[in-house]
């Protein structure tokens, strides 16, 4: 990896050129809370100064840039006695500016099933290869536990990642194409005094985090601890409503559904995100329900977070953002569910 | 249709109202690009706000509306008689609407105060589905267009078809809204049933159920969450009998 | 000044401009291309099933299409949905896709309204198969039960069309009552074959029955079963699967020689949805057909 250095201005000027010719997408303040805490998202930008790149976290991930809520697999033109089939995958570039750390894990996670596993997702990396991705360094979002996770930094599936040193950035750049676009704006070679001051800046980011939880042994655990009685306990507050889901930047569960226009002359097969808290996710023809209690469901989400994917990946597919924590109206989160299995082993 | 060597039919339609605000009569009517195929779809044959043509002779009837006097149940009646298959359309066919919330009045009362020393004639609202057998409920004030074409198609081939059973929340993420509790507001998002894309919300209003509630609704840890966040019974409970959705069901009864 | 953010066009990948291959599984492709398929015979079995003849009409698509027994298609119904279905026919018969439907909801009930002639597509095949090869120098049980027939058919095709490979063949197989049995202008040709035992109960008898009556599991009664010389393959309902499994079992077929085919909710077919995972399982790549000792390790298998 390399890595220079970009006075603020410089990068301004790097953010504007970009935002010249292309689709940019930045953290953007959206409103305050009841209790007047700021809220971002991820969303299209025109100018610089709509970018916040001081959030502490957005509600929504960036997944839904990779994996649309919903998307048309084909298309369909009804011609009398024949049909025609229509694919099309995303061919325009897009910046996706100030992603953190835990953001681009989870692109990486989602890499490893939609990119390199068995079927290959044409739509997803399409649009991941479109992708130009600005990282950026920050100090821990509340509740957040990506540290435990390991994913707290992030080392590839980025263009530049930023680390804010006051009066510049220090940016390591991965790709030869965050190398050419850097070379549009004038940066500064790193001195020995530049990496000191970043490695302190790393490391009082990585003192300051609050959340800790053990997942040690964890996938182990969720094993024995099938039977858990804690299941029983936050399930019975779920709602099933699929909030987590939706925010989480690793769930790319999907239902799908077909339509027709009214004149019957075109048609859509159409991808929806979904969720495995939902109430009919595992709901067959005739309507026997394998997965019929909240609490069966509950516990999948978090089979497939901490379990099943470790078995198929050898890590887990949570990347500890703690966004299904923040988002959920029953207050069911990972580090207080975790907590509760590891205590039940004691 | 072609495609499957199906020809397709063109089932006799018809649509009437009874007690409502005939907004989602409007709504069967609404939506130009797609009116006109739309209508060469169906056969209309009894539809005030389409056309003047009126035929007793339809295999399909959509019911608008509640029913709230008398009369409306012999006239419901003799309309089930002809139909094919009866379709509760909109919110008050399905639970009674806005219009039940009289229910919780004294009805003579109530008379008085609205039609002075004329009483009209009136009784407590009852859903279609009180009244007569209903072959489908399509909830939603008013109901959703879109979702209406769909359900004409899958008519059109005599399938059923799947609503949504999951709660608004979900269509309501997808939205990118900020949630209304977030804001300090109420919204009954996780315990209705969604299907509306969840306009309410989008708008900056909490949702009211008018689809009714969700499969399955966890209404204990729904009143709980209300109560944490500071919500008054009397405010949820309004809330809840608002369309008559969600009969039965109040915060701080013991069920 | 422009920066050279490029276009990526997936279309000027290699693999993705070689021909579909479902059997290709790590190759990229098309993953929701479908092969046209005309719907060429319609067969009427009872009230609620009925068998289609597909046939993909671009040649090179067809000549490409292999399966084996126990694995499915996605079928698809263009503007009304696609669904998952076994393949019910020979895999030697290249070229026709035989699949036993039953109207179940919105896109079953599209397929039996839909007459000879019409277009379909097809992704597919998916998911594994029965070990035909492994049970080669058997004896070989076929159970099913209800419409587990279906994808049943495709394993008695493989075992009659290849008798020789194989030892005694019992065919054994239940319904609810005489009027759903499937198939049954096959039984006679079934029972034809020299070395093919067919057995046929059901739980209710009408007037004309004069089979045998109650669950299938009576008919172990009738058969000579060698435990460590025996394959079986059991296709039906959970419940009725664990009770002819739980039977094998005790007289001494290992349970990695019983194989079944498990039903979950999918809409991809390709391990992307979740919808068919079973704990860490996908039904649609680790299955349909697993052997019944790693069914019992499945948590909420059954
Ligand atoms: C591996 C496998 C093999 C199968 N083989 C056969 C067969 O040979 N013959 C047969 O008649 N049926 C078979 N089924 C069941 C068949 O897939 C369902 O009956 C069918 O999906 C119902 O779809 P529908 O649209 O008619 O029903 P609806 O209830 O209207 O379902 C709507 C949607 O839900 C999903 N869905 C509902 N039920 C199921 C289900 N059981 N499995 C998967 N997805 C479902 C589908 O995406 C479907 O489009 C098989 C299922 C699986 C998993
Ligand atoms: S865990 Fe929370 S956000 Fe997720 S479905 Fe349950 S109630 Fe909704
Ligand atoms: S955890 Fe649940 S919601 Fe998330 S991807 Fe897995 S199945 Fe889908
Ligand atoms: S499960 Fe929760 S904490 Fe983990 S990645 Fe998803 S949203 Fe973040
Ligand atoms: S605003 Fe209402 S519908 Fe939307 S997420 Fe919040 S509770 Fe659910
Ligand atoms: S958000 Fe609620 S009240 Fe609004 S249309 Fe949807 S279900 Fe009805
Ligand atoms: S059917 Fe989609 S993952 Fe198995």
New binding site residues.
Partial sequence: MLFKLLDKDEFKNLVNILLQSNEVIAPKQVGVNVTGKTLHQYLPVTSFDEIDLTYETTQYSAKTYFLPYKENLSTYRFDEKDWKQEIRYRQEPRVMLGLHACDIHALLKLDKVLARDNFPSPYYIARRKNAFIIGIDHEPCEGGFCRSLGTDTVNNGFDLFLTDLGERYFVSINTDLGYRVLLQVKTKDVTEEDTRKYLLTRKSISDAFQTHVNVQNLPNLLDLEFESKVWNKWGQKCLSCGSCSMVCPTCYCY???ERVSMDFKSGAKVKQLYSCNLVDFA??????NFRPNRETRLKYRYYHQHRGFVESYDEPKCVGCNRCGRVCLAEINPPDIIRDIQMEER | MRYLSIEPTKPKVAVFDFTSCEGCELQLANKEETLVDFLKAVEIVNFREVSSAKSDDYEIAFIEGAVSRSDEIERLKKIREKARVLVALGCCACYGGVNKLKNAFDLSTANREIYGNYPKDSMPVRAIKDVVPVDMEIPGCPVNKEEIERIIQHLLLD??Y?FPVYPVCVECKQKFNVCMFEKGQLCLGPIARAGCSAPCPTGGLGCYGCRGPAADPNYDEFFEIARRRGFAEQEVNERLSFFGGFNGIAMGVQK | MKIPLYHYDIMKEREIQQPVDFNRHRRLKHTDKTFKAEISSITTLTDM?KLFHLRILDEAERERFTFLPGQ?VM?EVPG?????????GSPSNKGLIE?????????????HKAKRGALVGIRGP??THFPLEKMKGYDILLIAGG?GL??LRAPIFAVTENRPDYRKVDIMYGTKDPSQLLFDYQYEQWRRIDGVNLHIIVEKADDKWTGDVGLITKLFDKIEIVPHETYAIVCGPPVMFKFVCAYLSKIGVPMDRMFV???????C?MGKCC??NIGSTY??ID??VFDYWTVMNLKEAI
């Fill in positions: 239902g799908v559904t709901t067959v023809a005739g309507g026997h | 399938i059923n799947n | 099933e499915f079928l009304y949905g696609e669904v998952p279905i076994s393949i019910s699949l036993c439907i039953r109207k179940a909801g919105t896109v079953t009930g599209v397929l998916f998911g419409l279906a994808p085919s498990l039903e979950r909710r999918m809409h077919g919808r068919c039904t649609c299955g349909p």
